[in-house]
């Protein structure tokens, strides 16, 4: 990927590299420091509108580089770095989502020069699975959060579970409406303040 700087960055499977215009230059995991590359093994990098480059590895470990001031750093905002993540979403309000398999997900703000950070896992509660399967943006304040067990709403930073039986595995948007698939093959779609089943894509081809 190229940085706003005008960077060329590379992700291997032995660390990071740059190239600024003379020569490439290396960045590999340090373990004496904590705010370094969390794993060498680099699956993908984003870079976000506040100048931070998000990057994701193998082992489901997420390292946010300030091209700034060319240095890793604390995006939680608590010392939680080595929390387990497989996917990074930017939102257009510049809010960060990190989510998985294993821990949930993460929503970080960046304001006043400061991370800050607030999860949503079985830990504290506010979800009955950690394995998120996906998170979708419907619009500018509403974030979909389907997991192994249930679908989640949060809007206006208030999160409701519309739906505590289901393993949902997709969502999409279509005419303004957000349809789910669940893992029976079941497709639901949200309007109105209700959750509703249209088909099953087992039996019926209505909905193609």
């Known amino acids: 990927m190229q940085d706003s700087k005008g960077f ?42 506040n100048g931070f480059m998000w990057i994701s590895t193998i082992s489901s470990f997420i390292s946010c580089y300030d091209l700034r001031h060319g240095c890793f750093v604390d995006f939680t905002g608590k010392g939680e770095m080595k929390d387990r993540y497989n996917e990074v979403t930017i939102l257009p309000n510049k809010d960060i989502w990190l989510w998985g398999r294993v821990q949930g997900c993460r929503k ?43 679908l989640y709403l949060l809007k206006d930073n208030t999160l409701e ?25 079941f497709i639901w779609k949200y309007n109105q303040q209700h959750l509703t089943k249209v088909a099953n894509t087992a039996t019926s081809t209505d909905f193609l």
């Open 161 to 185: 579970c519309i739906d505590s039986t289901h393993y949902f595995l997709q969502s999409a948007v279509i005419d303004n409406t957000i349809y789910f698939i669940t893992s029976e093959g």
């Open 8 to 49: 060329i960055w590379l992700g291997t499977l032995n660390g990071l590299s740059y190239y600024d215009g003379n020569s490439f230059v290396n960045i590999y995991p340090d373990i004496n420091n904590p705010l370094s590359l969390a794993d060498s093994r680099i699956r993908s990098m984003e870079e976000d509108p």
């Open 108 to 150: 970080i703000t960046y304001k006043n020069n400061k991370f800050s950070s607030e999860t949503y896992s079985t830990d504290n509660h506010k979800l009955k699975s950690d394995n998120i399967r996906f998170l979708s943006v419907f619009d500018s304040n509403s974030i979909w959060i389907g997991t192994g067990k249930g």
